[in-house]
């Protein structure tokens, strides 16, 4: 996999984000602590989930995947973030989404199954 970071814009000295993409398998992978001001700083993210869904689909893959198991913390601009890029992707009839996350990460245990409820045929894993 050859990661790619993104440049991390903090609202105060926490630890940085990372993104790594592998676009053979499809898995877009998010670490770190994502504290962005607003969703539209989120926007380079955004369009990093979007190119691997993209490429997914046109590839013909199965599905995508999504790791958020190295996720410390998202804000709720990060989570109204992946909602919209959830919803888009069932819009535009994106491969299927596989969400993986930490069940020992107390916001991913409560809020990725969220996701859902959004599409009903993404698939949620915590581990």
């Known amino acids: 996999m050859v990661p790619t970071f993104l440049p991390s814009e903090t609202l105060d000295s926490n630890p940085k984000y990372s993104i790594a993409q592998d676009s053979q ?7 770190g602590t994502m504290r962005l001001a607003g969703t539209h ?30 996720l ?3 804000n709720s601009s990060g989570i109204s973030m ?3 890029v ?11 989404i ?15 199954k969220n996701f859902t409820k ?4 993404l698939q949620l894993e915590l581990h």
Request: proline content about 4%; charged content about 15%.
């Open 25 to 31: 398998s499809h898995v877009i992978r998010l670490a």
């Open 41 to 70: 700083s989120y926007e380079p993210i955004r369009a990093s989930i979007h190119a691997c869904l993209e490429n997914a689909r046109n590839l013909h893959a199965q599905a995508a995947t999504i790791d958020m198991s190295d």
């Open 72 to 74: 410390a913390f998202v």
């Open 82 to 84: 992946l909602s919209h």
């Open 86 to 96: 959830v919803l888009d992707a069932k819009a535009a009839g994106a491969p299927l």
């Open 98 to 112: 596989l969400i993986v996350g930490s069940k020992d990460v107390a916001w991913q245990a409560k809020s990725l």
């Open 118 to 121: 959004l599409w009903p045929a």
